[in-house]
């Protein structure tokens, strides 16, 4: 049976819900261009691009610790 | 120093200054007929803030004209490297954001409602399992076309994901701020949830190039 629009949830906007941190991360880490090839910075040679979301918001700062701890 | 890319946008595109991720200043970098926004990237705390920071980016860019974002994060070793995704598909984009400078994107997911979810340790087989879940599919699959054939578009896609279908459409940047009252009307199935977001970047409409 079709109801009305009591099950519409509609992110953003004035008086509705503000997107959730989930929706956003969700769409960031999954949408937009990925590059492929060496200009990546990669981690133990694996494109940081692909990991996924756990290990992207970890990977990030791992990887930049390597780099400086490389870096004469 | 690491670059934290952001966006490519046209190069005749309004001067956008903005604080990035980590507060950085986000800045521009130009070739092939376009522009690459980027910042100096450094670790961060709190990795989840960082990517809000690059959403806010993001939107604030959108508001003005056509972007085509980078997924987050993608980070380059310098400023010669942010060059090359340019060099490589610069004709591409500029097609992209040309075609759709007045195009936005808006979404659609579409999932069943926790109490008519398929659970399989409340079944008495796989089989009748198997059988629920494909009538669950079926639902999703009605919901979906509804949309499609209700929600004002210029054009639709569908991504299946787990127990969830996702809808893009691609709308007129004038139409995006109404397009959440037309879902409401639209009549679902009680045993579907609809979460509308946007409106975001096309990509979803970006052509791929069979990379």
């Not at chain 2, 060099?87 to 808006?106: C, E, N, S, Y």
């Not at chain 2, 279908?165 to 609809?194: G, H, K, N, W």
Request: charged letters at 20%.
């Amino acid at each position: 049976m079709a109801t009305s629009s009591s099950n519409v949830v509609v992110l953003g906007g004035s008086g509705d819900d503000e997107p959730s941190l989930l929706d956003i991360l969700d769409h960031v880490l999954n949408a937009g261009v990925v590059i492929h090839g060496s200009i990546v910075i990669s981690l133990a040679g694996v494109d940081l691009v692909y990991l996924g979301l756990n290990a992207v918001l970890t990977s990030v700062e791992t990887a930049l610790r390597h780099l400086e701890s490389h870096t004469p | 120093m690491p670059l934290l890319l952001y966006f490519v946008a046209p190069e005749q595109a309004p001067d956008f200054a903005a604080k990035g991720v980590g507060d950085a200043a986000v800045q521009y970098a130009a070739a092939e007929g376009l522009r690459c926004y980027y910042s100096e990237f450094a670790a961060t705390e709190n990795a989840a803030t960082a990517a809000l920071q690059f959403h806010r980016v993001i939107q604030q860019a959108l508001h003005r004209g056509p972007v085509i974002p980078f997924r987050y994060p993608t980070v380059v070793r310098n400023a010669d490297a942010l060059r090359e995704p340019l060099v490589q598909r610069g004709a591409r984009f500029r097609a992209h954001l040309a075609d759709h400078a007045g195009h936005v994107q808006m979404e659609v997911r579409l999932r069943l409602t926790a109490q008519t979810r398929p659970q399989p340790q409340t079944v008495s087989s796989g089989a009748a399992y198997l059988r629920q879940r494909a009538e669950a599919m079926r639902v999703l699959d009605r919901a979906a076309e509804t949309c499609r054939e209700s929600a004002p578009a210029l054009e639709w896609r569908r991504r299946d994901s787990g127990d969830m279908v996702r809808c893009y459409f691609l709308v007129d940047r004038t139409q995006s701020a109404a397009f959440p009252d037309r879902l409401r009307a639209i009549q679902l199935p009680e045993q579907v949830t609809a979460i509308v977001s946007g409106p975001w970047p096309p990509m979803e409409f970006l052509e791929d190039e069979g990379d």
